[in-house]
């Protein structure tokens, strides 16, 4: 591809000016990442309505959810990719019109099996989207106007994440179980097609680079099965499969060659997919993946373990058990913003104190929560997820960009989408492991119990990602 007309969209912007229309850019990729993220769990609460509606196996369905996810990790890095090369305008309006389609296809669906293969190009089309947004951060702001970006960025991950399951469970109260789980998809239809237009109206054309537009197609392929030899036997765990879990033991193989040859590419002055070599020389790089990647890990299971338990435990429906769960977006949303104006004045220390605030919140959980009737709940359980949450609004948008603080724009696209493939690998890998941790305590001693343990193992990966924070802190501090 050379360089792209502009079509009666608006011009490019020199590189030296700050575009007048920033924020309002950033709002439009805010919308669309809203939406891309709100699709990982606002369907949670619709696969029984699914299963009932297109008389299906809970197996099958599993995969509305599932599904979505894998195809949305393999293309993350791919995607940024693509938008440093070819432009963000142009990926954005590829992914949104994917994205469009793929909805309206899920809503009208007549099976689940087209149901579920209209989610894998939702969740490729919301890959090729969600790097774009890191990368326009990069590209349109700088200093601490870059951190308030990140900032609204983080509230948006928060929001999208924990309004879910009430909007899940309210549209379908609303609508009834058939109707319903197809309006949660068809909502995207309208919506996608107004953020399409505000796209080609506000987000500037790139100039294209010659020399980035030759795509590393083995690089790509290299870290897609990478990504998918993990991502996949992650997934189907959680169903219980077993024989997929000997696709992780080719992921350390896969994962030398990509890095061999991607160091290769470099060599050869060609564009690598992901510059393994520059990306690893920067002093935040790293670090900002690690702690990405545990605290997904840490706190992503908690709200499907949660929600397992209150419907199981205490008889909650989709709907309750959402509003009990909210107050954590809630506590994230007061936060997210703050955080992301401190962080470009003090640094790590940001993220230090978020974690070891939600880490609190969580322990008290563990310790408060099981044995309560369902009435103190709202009164015992609730107020400390709000808590919890108030740490969780600080560490997204504070690690977006202490993360790629140091990453250039040209490369900001790909290295965003590493930063949030590891978060939905962590986010994989968590969940997981928390629902085994629940499944097995629950059987033997009980579903109060199985909470309990899996709220302090939840708490004792964020401890993680708090030691890596700190070994961060004291690398700045001594550098």
Known sequence: ???????????????????????????????????TLLDVTVVNVAVPSIREGLDSTTGTVQWVVSGYALTFGLVLVAGGHLGDAYGRR??????????????????????????????????????LLTPQSSGLIQELFSGAERGR?????????SVASGIGPVLGGAVIALAGDDLGWRLIFLINVPVGLVALVAVRRLVPVARGDADRERVDVVGAVLLGLTVLCLLFPLIEAESGAGLPLLL??????????????????RSRNRAPLLDVEM?????????????????????????????????GERDLS?????????????????????????????????????????????????????????????WTFAPLLFIAGLGGGGVVSPNQALTLRDVPPSVGG??????????????????????????????????????????LTSAGVLALALAVSVRSQLQAANG
């Open 149 to 157: 970006a990140f900032g609204y960025f983080g509230l948006t991950v």
């Open 414 to 455: 790909a290295a965003g989408g590493a930063l949030q493939t590891g978060q939905r690998i962590g986010s994989a890998l968590g969940t997981a492991a928390l629902m085994t941790v629940y499944g097995l305590t629950a059987s033997s001693h009980g579903g109060d119990a199985g909470l309990r343990v899996a709220l």
């Open 248 to 265: 992780v033991l080719a992921v350390p193989p896969l994962a030398f060659g990509f890095v061999r040859w991607e160091r290769s590419v």
């Open 90 to 127: 142009r990926l954005m309006t590829v992914g949104l019109i994917a994205f469009v389609l793929a909805s309206a296809a899920v809503g009208l669906a007549p099976s689940a099996g087209l149901v579920v293969a209209a989610r894998l190009v939702q969740g490729a089309a919301a890959g």
């Open 318 to 378: 989709a709907l309750q058990t959402g509003l009990l769960l909210t107050p954590f977006a809630l506590g994230a949303a007061l936060t997210s913003t703050p955080a992301g104006r401190l962080v470009s004045r003090v640094g790590r220390k940001v993220t230090l104190a978020a974690l070891a605030v939600i880490i609190l919140g969580f322990v008290a959980i563990a310790v408060v929560a099981p044995g309560q009737s369902t009435t103190a709940l709202w």
């Open 1 to 35: 591809m050379g360089d792209e007309t502009t079509g009666g969209g608006p011009e490019p912007i020199a590189v030296d000016e700050p575009d007048p229309r920033r924020w309002r850019i950033l709002a439009v990729t805010l919308v669309v990442g809203f939406m």
């Open 279 to 311: 990306l690893g020389e920067l002093p935040t790089y790293g670090s900002g993946v690690v702690i990405g990647a545990l605290y997904f890990a840490g706190f992503t299971g908690v709200f499907l373990v949660s929600s397992v338990w209150l419907q």
